[in-house]
């Protein structure tokens, strides 16, 4: 069956036996309460999913099976010579709630070579959509036309016992994951090189290949890639992209078109959109001050008069953390250590210093730090993937490990069809005024 997948099988029967055992003791808990405020605000707050991969917690940020993300940059395996972690090993963290070991990184990065080829009608539908289709328009369109190649689908068709779910499940998940860089390579290479192509180098691990067929070469941005695809992988369940893949596995559609549509959530400004929208705003900052390197003063004076136009800032404030993202210290460390002159770095750098004072002052900002997004493409244009329409894809490849590894156990745990109650707002006043029960089916 595969090393990684017996594993898997084994963790997975465990906690499908803890969690029966939980239901048959505790299934009538309460847990939490509901307000009215957050039916009509985004369900914030509302706890509905259990989600095994990953945790947010306010203050320390994401942790991946219980490890920070400094504890992360630490303890996973790296490549040799070099000291960012291997995306490979967060997988397996992931998937399999232990920490891997140097052979069981390998392993990963070798299956995932073998089943990197994307058959040749996919970028034939690629190529068939306009120049100018936004980057991820390409990248979901691409994947759908991979779905033909979905083993759960196909094996669904043909009467498939719902205690192999799992299995065809994670066979796609690998599957998808190792063409995804292949795939958004190409995407890249297409757009903005003029379709100079570059073949896949089989010796390489699966951020640094990705790298490679981006066109850079150069091994500082290879070990940016492995930080990118790592602190970018996932962010609990209830954020749009991780709980749209979840929402439509939970309809038994299989992967791919799980992944798609979880990929169209990203696609939006208020998810991984924002990456973009940070580059964009610093380069009209700069534009408008007429200056590559503005000083805190000046930034102080565009931020205001970005508020008072009833703007954001963007790539800062967040929905759950209350402190700065880790992953914004991930990659400011990242960049003191390889790039500490480069002017954007160090207009990010000097951002961070004087928006949070701003967004205080204003007394209605629950989180005035900084989140992942308003590093992650500045780091990039110094190596000069300054085309910044493009980085959503980068953040989709790498959500893509997240989100398969919950879908994963999705299919493992055996969860039904995810189906909450909705109510109208006549219904709520009738409610409010003791006149119905809202809740029920």
Same mark, same amino acid.
């Given at each position: 069956?595969?090393?990684?997948?017996?594993?898997?099988?084994?963790?997975?029967?465990?906690?499908?036996?803890?969690?029966?055992?939980?239901?048959?003791?505790?299934?009538?808990?309460?847990?939490?309460?509901?307000?009215?405020?957050?039916?009509?605000?985004?369900?914030?707050?509302?706890?509905?999913?259990?989600?095994?991969?990953?945790?947010?917690?306010?203050?320390?940020?994401?942790?991946?099976?219980?490890?920070?993300?400094?504890?992360?940059?630490?303890?996973?395996?790296?490549?040799?010579?070099?000291?960012?972690?291997?995306?490979?090993?967060?997988?397996?963290?992931?998937?399999?709630?232990?920490?891997?070991?140097?052979?069981?990184?390998?392993?990963?990065?070798?299956?995932?070579?073998?089943?990197?080829?994307?058959?040749?009608?996919?970028?034939?539908?690629?190529?068939?959509?306009?120049?100018?289709?936004?980057?991820?328009?390409?990248?979901?369109?691409?994947?759908?036309?991979?779905?033909?190649?979905?083993?759960?689908?196909?094996?669904?068709?043909?009467?498939?016992?719902?205690?192999?779910?799992?299995?065809?499940?994670?066979?796609?998940?690998?599957?998808?994951?190792?063409?995804?860089?292949?795939?958004?390579?190409?995407?890249?290479?297409?757009?903005?090189?003029?379709?100079?192509?570059?073949?896949?180098?089989?010796?390489?691990?699966?951020?640094?290949?990705?790298?490679?067929?981006?066109?850079?070469?150069?091994?500082?941005?290879?070990?940016?890639?492995?930080?990118?695809?790592?602190?970018?992988?996932? /962010?609990? =369940?209830?954020?749009?992209?991780?709980?749209? !893949?979840? +929402?439509? $596995?939970?309809?038994? @559609?299989?992967?791919? *078109?799980?992944?798609?549509?979880?990929?169209?959530?990203?696609?939006?400004?208020?998810?991984?959109?924002?990456?973009?929208?940070?580059?964009?705003?610093?380069?009209?900052?700069?534009?408008?001050?007429?200056?590559?390197?503005?000083?805190?003063?000046?930034?102080?004076?565009?931020?205001?008069?970005?508020?008072?136009?009833?703007?954001?800032?963007?790539?800062?404030?967040?929905?759950?953390?209350?402190?700065?993202?880790?992953?914004?210290?991930?990659?400011?460390?990242?960049?003191?250590?390889?790039?500490?002159?480069?002017?954007?770095?160090?207009?990010?750098?000097?951002?961070?210093?004087?928006?949070?004072?701003?967004?205080?002052?204003?007394?209605?900002?629950?989180?005035?730090?900084?989140?992942?997004?308003?590093?992650?493409?500045?780091?990039?244009? /110094?190596? =000069?993937?300054?085309?910044?329409?493009?980085? !959503?894809? +980068?953040? $989709?490849?790498?959500? @893509?490990?997240?989100? *398969?590894?919950?879908?994963?156990?999705?299919?493992?745990?055996?969860?039904?069809?995810?189906?909450?109650?909705?109510?109208?707002?006549?219904?709520?006043?009738?409610?409010?005024?003791?006149?119905?029960?809202?809740?029920?089916?």
């Amino acid at each position: 069956m595969g090393v990684l997948k017996d594993r898997f099988k084994a963790k997975s029967d465990i906690v499908t036996a803890e969690i029966k055992d939980l239901l048959k003791e505790h299934g009538d808990k309460v847990i939490g309460q509901v307000y009215l405020s957050q039916i009509y605000q985004g369900m914030r707050g509302i706890t509905g999913l259990v989600t095994e991969t990953s945790l947010l917690d306010a203050q320390d940020g994401i942790r991946f099976r219980g490890y920070s993300i400094p504890e992360l940059r630490q303890k996973l395996p790296k490549a040799n010579g070099g000291n960012e972690p291997l995306p490979e090993g967060l997988f397996y963290l992931m998937l399999v709630g232990d920490l891997p070991e140097e052979e069981d990184v390998q392993h990963i990065t070798s299956v995932w070579q073998r089943r990197s080829h994307v058959p040749n009608y996919v970028f034939d539908t690629i190529e068939s959509l306009p120049i100018n289709a936004h980057p991820m328009t390409q990248f979901v369109v691409a994947i759908m036309a991979l779905q033909t190649e979905s083993r759960f689908a196909k094996q669904y068709a043909q009467g498939m016992s719902k205690k192999d779910y799992w299995e065809a499940v994670f066979d796609d998940a690998m599957d998808l994951i190792a063409r995804l860089p292949r795939i958004a390579a190409y995407i890249y290479r297409r757009k903005y090189k003029n379709g100079d192509h570059i073949q896949p180098n089989g010796l390489l691990d699966w951020a640094g290949n990705f790298a490679h067929m981006l066109g850079y070469e150069n091994f500082e941005f290879q070990e940016l890639m492995r930080l990118y695809m790592t602190i970018h992988a996932d /962010h609990e =369940g209830g954020n749009v992209s991780a709980h749209t !893949t979840h +929402l439509v $596995g939970s309809a038994l @559609s299989d992967p791919y *078109l799980c992944l798609a549509a979880g990929m169209n959530g990203l696609a939006g400004p208020l998810h991984g959109l924002a990456n973009q929208e940070v580059v964009k705003w610093i380069f009209e900052m700069r534009e408008e001050l007429k200056t590559e390197m503005p000083t805190k003063e000046q930034i102080a004076e565009y931020v205001k008069k970005t508020l008072s136009e009833g703007r954001v800032v963007p790539g800062y404030g967040h929905a759950v953390l209350r402190q700065t993202d880790p992953r914004f210290i991930a990659q400011m460390e990242f960049g003191k250590r390889h790039i500490p002159n480069d002017p954007l770095v160090q207009t990010v750098w000097n951002i961070y210093e004087v928006v949070p004072p701003i967004l205080q002052a204003l007394g209605k900002v629950k989180n005035p730090w900084p989140n992942v997004d308003a590093h992650s493409g500045s780091l990039l244009v /110094h190596f =000069g993937l300054k085309e910044y329409e493009y980085y !959503t894809v +980068l953040f $989709g490849v790498s959500r @893509s490990l997240g989100v *398969l590894a919950s879908l994963c156990w999705d299919r493992a745990l055996g969860y039904p069809i995810e189906r909450p109650k909705s109510v109208t707002t006549a219904l709520v006043k009738r409610w409010l005024k003791g006149e119905d029960e809202i809740w029920g089916d």
